[in-house]
């Protein structure tokens, strides 16, 4: 149970074969399908009766049939299972008749038909839904190597923050970036570290960014884009985080920050690509721009994909879904915008409508978003009907 939703962290190879013997699918006889090719029905002798956890002490010899349970191992010489519900039986005799015809192998499944011994069931990377547990207790394998979940620091800046227990006061609003981000950690398999605010200010904010470097991955929102107390890039690389990239061409986010801190490095900064293995003593840090669309937006473009490639979880890129626009769409801007939508599956394949939103800060407009639909940069007026990408939240 614990590793329900955890990343396997190696393959996992049966030792058994399952089913572990030759078993009985429906409820009726154990027969052997050669005596059952007679015009007119058969009659066969009942020389036991099987129920499951029990096993055969007769082979079938021609003429003779076994009353069977489902999931009871098969006699010897049985090929097929007749339902009961094609039988009649007679007491006195102890004989069942038929007219049923069975092709070998009717309603029995085999030794090993499921998994062989041997066999990879599960490959490292995998994450572990209900279905796989079942899985793993079906093949007696009651403990996983699973991999570590990366600790996930997140900061929010800005001097008009308050906690969401308060009530703002004048020109002031609610640190709601902090819940939804650690929620959507926890989502993405990560354990979230709340560090709380800092002011736009950089002792706080450096003291605050020390505290955060400690984590596999640091968050911080906000104060990243161009405004005159936008501190977070020049202290993130005070304190020895080599930027990656500044900026991106995507609406909203634009002013998205990332780069990675190397532990043991004390911020001289290397040349080479980091060590993506979570543990490797890496931090990498993500300025998210504070609106809070753009910061929704940004994590799941982006540190989602970090998080699950620290994991091992492929394909850890979003992937999208070919749907069709519901209704008429019009895009404008020089940028691809991730426009928050509502995805539907219809008879006739996934569908798609764009949902009333006044932009990056608008989050309570993303409400009944559960996807957004990506829009290439450009003016172009989508005609209903128009096929575009759309990423599931
Ligand atoms: P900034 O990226 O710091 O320029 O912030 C852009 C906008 O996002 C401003 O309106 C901020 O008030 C808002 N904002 C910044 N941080 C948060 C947060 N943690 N929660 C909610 N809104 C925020
Ligand atoms: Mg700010």
Same mark, same amino acid.
């Given at each position: 149970m614990e590793?329900? /939703?955890?990343?396997?962290?190696?393959?996992?190879?049966?030792?058994?074969?399952?089913?572990?013997?030759? $078993?009985?699918?429906?409820?009726?006889?154990a027969v052997r399908s050669a005596d059952l090719a007679v015009d007119g029905g058969i009659s066969l002798q009942v020389i036991e009766e099987v129920t499951a956890g029990r096993v055969p002490s007769r082979a079938l010899e021609p003429g003779t049939a076994t009353r069977i349970m489902t999931g009871a191992p098969i006699p010897e010489g049985c090929d097929a299972v007749v339902v009961i519900e094609r039988t009649t039986f007679d007491e006195a005799t102890q004989r069942m008749s038929t007219d049923m015809r069975l092709k070998p192998g009717s309603n029995v499944l085999r030794r090993a038909a499921s998994v062989a011994v041997g066999q990879r069931v599960l490959p490292a990377g995998r994450v572990l839904r209900a279905q796989e547990l079942g899985g793993l207790a079906e093949l007696g394998v009651s403990q996983v190597p699973v991999r570590r979940r990366p600790r996930v620091a997140v900061l929010a800046t800005g001097d008009e923050l308050v906690p969401v227990e308060a009530t703002p006061g004048p020109g002031q609003i609610r640190n709601s970036n902090e819940t939804m981000l650690c929620g959507q950690? %926890?989502?993405? /398999? /990560?354990?979230?570290?709340? #560090? +709380?605010?800092? $002011?736009?200010?950089?002792?706080?904010?450096?003291?605050?960014?020390?505290? /955060?470097?400690?984590?596999? %991955?640091?968050?911080?929102?906000?104060?990243?884009s161009a405004g005159k107390l936008d501190l977070v890039p020049s202290e993130l690389e005070a304190a020895g985080v080599r930027q990656v990239f500044?900026?991106?061409? %995507? $609406?909203?986010g634009k002013p998205v920050w990332f780069g990675v801190r190397e532990r043991g490095e004390e911020g001289q900064g290397t040349q080479g690509a980091p060590s993506r293995t979570l543990g490797a003593n890496n931090c990498f840090v993500f300025g998210l721009p504070g609106n809070p669309?753009?910061?929704?937006?940004?994590?799941?473009?982006?540190?989602?994909?970090? #998080?699950?490639?620290?994991? +091992?979880?492929?394909?850890?890129?979003?992937?999208?879904v070919r749907a069709r626009l519901e209704q008429p769409h019009v895009a404008r801007g020089d940028r691809p915008t991730y426009h928050p939508a509502r995805l539907s599956w219809s008879e006739t394949g996934p569908t798609v409508r764009t949902v009333r939103w006044h932009g990056s800060s608008d989050l309570c407009g993303t409400l009944e978003a559960n996807a957004m639909a990506l829009f290439p940069a450009g003016d172009a007026d989508y005609a209903s009907g128009s096929v575009v990408d759309v990423f599931l939240w």
């Open positions: 590793a329900l /939703g955890r990343t396997l962290a190696e393959d996992v190879v049966s030792s058994i074969d399952s089913p572990p013997f030759d $078993k009985a699918l429906m409820d009726g006889y950690i %926890v989502q993405a /398999g /990560g354990i979230p570290v709340p #560090l +709380g605010v800092a $002011k736009d200010e950089r002792d706080e904010l450096r003291a605050k960014i020390q505290q /955060g470097l400690a984590a596999d %991955v640091l968050l911080l929102t906000g104060g990243v500044h900026k991106v061409e %995507v $609406k909203p669309v753009s910061s929704l937006v940004c994590f799941e473009l982006f540190a989602r994909t970090a #998080l699950r490639r620290l994991m +091992g979880v492929e394909p850890a890129e979003p992937q999208p």
